[in-house]
């Protein structure tokens, strides 16, 4: 079975970095491209950006660009969503998703809150 | 960037209606739609691609529509199981840019 498993939550203070990681198993990670999503809370779906595997070929979404830096790591099979300095509106759910059209396989999610 | 605008934000429906989701892109897309279902506090699954195929797994009752700028996706028989916020999503070009989200409840 295809699975993308994601790190756990995370409490963090305002300016402080952040790396979250999203894994894949259970099929040719280098083959598709994975794609951040943010959800705020009781708020929809943005597309955050979307990465492939073999090349690091990066696109974002027109919001997240220069705010946040995607990544992966070919040989783990894990693509990465990073912050240098948090903001208190970055509290949210991340997810990972497998794409690169649409995405048909999704991570659970990982859920920061930035807090002082 | 393509901008995708659905309605309505919310409906409210009973058990056996059909329902009827509307998605409209702000330039022409083809047929690059996705529909995707959350239901509350749970990971978004997709429900249907290329505007009218059904992903695997999923029932029959649903299906989309549309091409160019304007699709739907329907519900043919409204069961418990469905309520949940629904959202489209292009993959046309540029950002793969989500709908707002459709609040289906009963």
């Known amino acids: 079975e295809e699975f993308l498993v994601q790190s756990g939550a995370e409490l963090r203070k305002p300016g402080e970095s952040l790396k979250i990681s999203c894994q894949g198993s259970?099929?040719?990670?280098?083959?598709?491209?994975v794609g951040w999503v943010r959800q705020r809370p009781g708020k929809g779906l943005e597309y955050m950006g979307i990465i492939y595997a073999v090349d690091s070929d990066t696109r974002y979404g027109p919001s997240f660009e220069g705010q946040v830096t995607i990544s992966v790591d070919r040989f783990t099979n894990t693509a990465y969503l990073q912050w240098s300095s948090l903001k208190a509106s970055d509290t949210a759910m991340y997810f990972c998703?497998?794409?690169?059209?649409?995405?048909?396989?999704w991570g659970p999610g990982t859920m920061v809150i930035v807090s002082s | 960037d393509i901008q995708m605008t659905q309605s309505p934000s919310s409906l409210s429906a009973s058990v056996g209606d059909r329902v009827t989701i509307s998605c409209r892109a702000s330039?022409?897309?083809?047929?690059?739609l996705a529909w995707y279902q959350q239901k509350p506090g749970e990971v978004p699954k997709l429900l249907i691609y290329?505007?009218?195929t059904l992903h695997s797994g999923v029932p029959s009752r649903f299906s989309g529509g549309g091409s160019g700028t304007d699709f739907t996706l329907t519900i043919s028989s409204l069961q418990l199981a469905d309520v949940a916020t629904y959202y489209c999503q292009n993959y046309n070009t540029g950002p793969r840019a989500f709908g707002q989200g459709t609040k289906v409840e009963i």
């Open positions: 998703a497998r794409g690169p059209d649409v995405f048909d396989v």
């Open positions: 330039r022409g897309i083809a047929n690059y």
């Open positions: 259970g099929f040719k990670f280098t083959e598709y491209w």
């Open positions: 290329a505007a009218s």
